[in-house]
């Protein structure tokens, strides 16, 4: 059987289009990615039987619009532009593809952290204006301390480079605390039990964490100044992790040395930003899991992740960010 599959972007990886048009799919993409209006359009005038999300917003009126709606899987693992509320109201289980892209995030992420600690972009630019400024206040990364919060499949290859370079690394996770006993699945990091414990041992801070209710300003002015004064944060997770405005005040004060962001509050970053005038902030446009590889193995993994339940082939519930769309209706019987 044939499906209508709409991809939220205008185009997707080869990889993960092969899997589809091998399928006879029908796969529908976006003229504008940034566009609600048209995602809500599309949805409520065509038969869909699967969305793959990418960044622009998969709204609850986009999903009651759409009655032959079966399936939703992220092209990622980030879900807050989904309305997963409104998916689970109508039993729609909603999909992520963990791991596709963590060692590219893990590698922006390194990037970010030497960038931020050794003034690489603004080395970079005074040669590129014509000026020899050599300016000689970067910092050295061994012996110091980075502190990860998040410590799934990207933390764990962050650490891993971190500790090779001669850092001491620390972890906070609350998964692992529960399920480990805290024991680190990477040896040598130590872990610890609460984030006010990770914070003043953390000389570089790095975020891996999704954004919910529970992260959302998770760092905010009280627990930036809990950092070493002349730390450096990064931030590969979500933008909304950090309170901006109290990022910001560390940043221009000195508290902060300086910050590597490939994730804002509000993207894309606005013109009059003040990140974007600050030199100690090194930014990316949100291209943590967008290279060649990544691209391909996200795609694909949402192809499989959708394909796979509309022929009653269920992925692992672990894929699923909302099982309890698999759990019995009270009241029903089998």
């Not at 872990?191 to 964490?209: G, K, W």
Request: proline share 6%; hydrophobic share 50%; net charge neutral.
């Amino acid at each position: 059987m044939a499906f209508t599959i709409f991809v939220t972007a205008p185009k997707l990886a080869a990889a993960g289009l092969r899997i589809l048009e091998e399928a006879h799919c029908r796969v529908l993409f976006m003229q504008d990615g940034n566009c609600v209006a048209e995602v809500e359009a599309t949805m409520a005038r065509e038969p869909i039987a699967a969305v793959i999300s990418r960044t622009v917003e998969l709204s609850a009126t986009a999903i009651a619009s759409c009655p032959t709606l079966k399936v939703i899987s992220k092209h990622g693992v980030g879900v807050s532009n989904i309305d997963v509320a409104a998916a689970s109201a109508r039993r729609i289980p909603v999909y992520v593809t963990p791991g596709a892209n963590a060692q590219s995030v893990a590698e922006l992420t390194l990037g970010l952290m030497l960038a931020a600690a050794r003034k690489i972009p603004t080395l970079d630019r005074e040669l590129h204006a014509g000026r020899w400024s050599r300016a000689q206040d970067g910092l050295q990364l061994a012996g110091r301390r980075l502190g990860l919060v998040g410590f799934g499949q990207v933390g764990q290859r962050v650490a891993q480079v971190a500790q090779v370079l001669g850092m001491e690394v620390h972890a906070f996770d609350p998964a692992l605390n529960s399920t480990l006993s805290g024991t680190s699945p990477v040896p040598g990091v130590i872990l610890h039990r609460t984030l006010d414990a990770l914070l003043p041992l953390s000389d570089v801070l790095s975020l891996h964490v999704p954004l919910n209710s529970h992260t959302r300003n998770l760092l905010n002015a009280q627990r930036l100044a809990l950092l070493p004064h002349g730390a450096v944060l990064v931030n590969t997770a979500r933008g909304e992790v950090v309170d901006e405005p109290a990022l910001v005040a560390a940043l221009r004060s000195g508290a902060l040395f300086a910050a590597g962001l490939d994730t804002m509050a509000v993207e894309p970053l606005p013109a009059d930003s003040p990140l974007a005038a600050l030199p100690n902030v090194v930014l990316t446009p949100h291209v943590g899991g967008s290279t060649a590889a990544a691209l391909d193995n996200m795609a694909a993994g949402a192809a499989h992740n959708v394909l796979g339940f509309l022929r009653a082939q269920v992925p692992q519930v672990s894929a699923c960010v909302n099982p309890s769309v698999f759990e019995p209706v009270q009241g029903m019987t089998a």
